[in-house]
């Protein structure tokens, strides 16, 4: 079983920056596309990115030119490297494999405000 574990996330102004990282604990994690989500309270957890194991990387067209994913294989690690936040980005930021079979960690807090 595979274990989740996001962090990274926090309080940061509107043109900031901050780096998520996920580790996947648990054997065979490399062997899966990663995919990062997000939600936000009453609503659904929407797809934010994701990439393949071969390093190919697509984006949800709210973040796409902003946000950068990426993984270390090595270390059975995905990131998320968000820029120029805005306050529609604050939400619970999650990491799943792609079909997101996987159980769901905690998950990591971002806040974009003033």
């Known amino acids: 079983q595979v274990q989740l574990v996001e962090s990274g996330g926090g309080l940061v102004r509107p043109g900031g920056r901050l780096r998520l990282s996920c580790e996947a604990k648990?054997?065979?994690?490399?062997?899966?596309?990663m995919g990062w989500y997000r939600q936000t309270p009453g609503n659904q957890r929407e797809w934010v990115a994701n990439?393949?194991?071969?390093?190919?990387?697509d984006y949800a067209v709210s973040v796409r030119g902003r946000f950068s994913i990426s993984r270390d294989t090595a270390r059975n690690t995905a990131y998320l490297q968000m820029s120029s936040l805005k306050p529609e980005d604050t939400a619970v930021y999650y990491c799943n494999n792609l079909q997101t079979s996987w159980a769901w960690g905690q998950g990591t807090q971002v806040t974009v405000s003033p």
């Open positions: 648990g054997s065979g994690s490399t062997t899966y596309h």
């Open positions: 990439i393949t194991v071969g390093g190919v990387t």
